[in-house]
């Protein structure tokens, strides 16, 4: 059975960076994404690695935040930079062929 971890979550201050790393529990030939859920909000697409190796981000992260995956293909990144109090979010990692969603890591952006 495939398994997602997310780490690498945290509180950062406004404009701060972090890096959130999903581990999977083999390698993962397929897409993979990341999205976030804000409290009281729905879960929403953040970036995603294609199958073709094209690269799709939300307009609200584009230019800020970079998704990569690691050669092996069992880690998967994200890459955060001027993070904004509206990033606070639950971040998790998704691979769609398997439907499979891990338990997501705590991003807290304190302005």
């Known amino acids: 059975q495939v398994q997602v971890v997310e780490s690498g979550g945290g509180v950062v201050q406004s404009g701060g960076s972090l890096k959130l790393t999903c581990t999977a529990s083999t390698r993962i030939f397929t897409a993979i994404a990341w999205w976030r859920q804000a409290p009281g909000k729905e879960r929403e697409f953040v970036a995603q690695?294609?199958?073709?190796?094209?690269?799709d981000y939300s307009n609200s992260v584009q230019g800020r935040f970079t998704i990569s995956r690691d050669n092996l293909k069992t880690m998967m990144y994200l890459q955060m930079t001027n993070l904004k109090p509206e990033d606070t979010a639950v971040y998790y990692c998704?691979?769609?062929?398997?439907?499979?969603w891990g338990q997501g890591t705590q991003v807290t952006v304190s302005s």
């Open positions: 998704h691979i769609p062929f398997y439907t499979l």
């Open positions: 690695w294609n199958n073709d190796d094209t690269i």
